[in-house]
């Protein structure tokens, strides 16, 4: 029940548009109900989207984090960056909600389409890199799929990175915006972004996950955090 009420009071929030069968929406296209922003960075809606980007008068990066927790769920995205060499990241299962470093406290997406990086686009940070040469110029779609030690990334519909992950609690979804005066001129837009709250393991991940450890997980997703 309190799992209901939480998805029934998010999709009030935002307002439930045309969504595949299970998703909710945690961006409404027009503000930024339902985040919190966290450092000195810069968050505006833009023409229907998420726009990221630094203050010239107090540089540095932040995060636009969800005032939801989720721990097993699919997350569908489509995001752009300007420059397209700029960088970004999308941050799940931060378990301090931009308290603490979300790129330590969470699990970390890059998205940085730079032929030198190491972890280009839709890499796992710290855990393994991406196929390289994914990223399209414009718009670009990302889906993230987290069910307990496992996560998964897909790239304009084609898997590009899966690690086994230490961290399989519960906790937000954030947006990143680098920092430093060098790329003070990088924007990082988002739009379409929504959740799947997940109670049975993925078919991506059946041949991962025991069956009796899928049926003891014991949930509770989707959230409004304190």
Known sequence: MHRLLACCSLCALLGCAALPAGFQPIFNDTD???????????????????????????????????????????????????????????????????????????????????????????????????????????????????????LRVDLNGAKVAEAKVANDREGTIDLYCTGGRAELQTRAYFRSLAVRPLDDTPPEFADKIPAPGREARGRQRGRCRP
């Open 32 to 150: 930024l109900a339902g985040f919190e922003v966290v450092g000195p960075a810069l968050w505006t809606v833009e023409d229907g989207a998420i726009a990221g980007r630094q203050d010239p008068n107090n540089p540095g990066p932040g995060f636009l984090v969800t005032g939801y927790t989720w721990r097993d769920f699919e997350l569908l995205l489509e995001f752009k960056i300007v420059p397209q060499y700029g960088r970004s990241v999308v941050v799940v299962r931060d378990v301090k909600a931009g308290a603490g470093d979300p790129l330590k406290d969470g699990c970390a997406v890059q998205i940085l389409d730079r032929e030198d990086a190491p972890f280009r686009t839709g890499s796992i940070l710290g855990l393994t890199p991406s196929l390289a040469g994914a990223q399209r110029s414009g718009w670009n779609s990302m889906r993230i799929l987290a069910f307990g030690e496992w």
